[in-house]
Structure formats: structure tokens, C-alpha cells
């Protein structure tokens, strides 16, 4: 929904709007961290670049978004990768 799609998409499918990036540090504000298997959350912004940076999550369905600060090796081990949606 943050990203305006026309329709609402899953962790899986919003591989097919939206191109990985090449590393977590080209990662902008309103790109995605997503698990394609699990979960997905938008960045907002590097708290220490390269290391750890706030995004927004929904942790539990039909929940309020929070910001939540993440180390971004963790999520790499987790399987987690950055995507851009496509044609920005």
C-alpha cells in the first residue's frame, strides 16, 4: 500500500514490481527489506550507515505500523533482501 500498487501484494509477489538492489547500502527512504518467504518492512533511514537503520513494520496483521531499528547483518543472515519498486 505504501508503495500506491494498484493492488495489494504479498511478501512473494512484490518480487515481480520491484528489482533487488545491488548491497543494503543502496537502500533509500520507502524501499523494501523483504523476506519473500516470511516478511517485508520499508526503510526510513540508516541510524548507523551500514550497520543498523529504522524501518517500518507491521508486526502483527491488521496492526499500526512502528518504526523499528534493525541490524542490517542479522537480517542478511535471516534471508532478508533490499528491493526498490520498479520505475522510481
Known amino acids: 500500500m505504501a508503495w500506491a500498487l494498484p493492488t495489494s501484494y504479498t511478501t512473494s509477489s512484490l518480487l515481480s514490481v520491484s528489482t533487488e538492489l545491488a548491497s543494503f547500502d ?8 523483504n ?6 518492512m520499508l ?3 540508516w ?7 529504522e524501518a517500518y513494520e507491521e508486526r502483527d496483521y491488521g496492526s499500526v505500523a ?9 537480517l542478511k543472515q535471516r534471508g532478508y533482501k533490499p528491493y ?4 522510481l
Open 26 to 33: 543502496d537502500l533509500q527512504p520507502g524501499d523494501a527489506i
Open 35 to 40: 523476506n519473500a518467504s516470511w516478511h517485508v
Open 43 to 45: 526503510f526510513k533511514r
Open 47 to 53: 541510524v548507523e550507515p551500514g550497520v543498523s537503520f
Open 66 to 74: 512502528n518504526v523499528y531499528v534493525w541490524d542490517a547483518q542479522l
Open 84 to 87: 526498490q519498486r520498479n520505475g
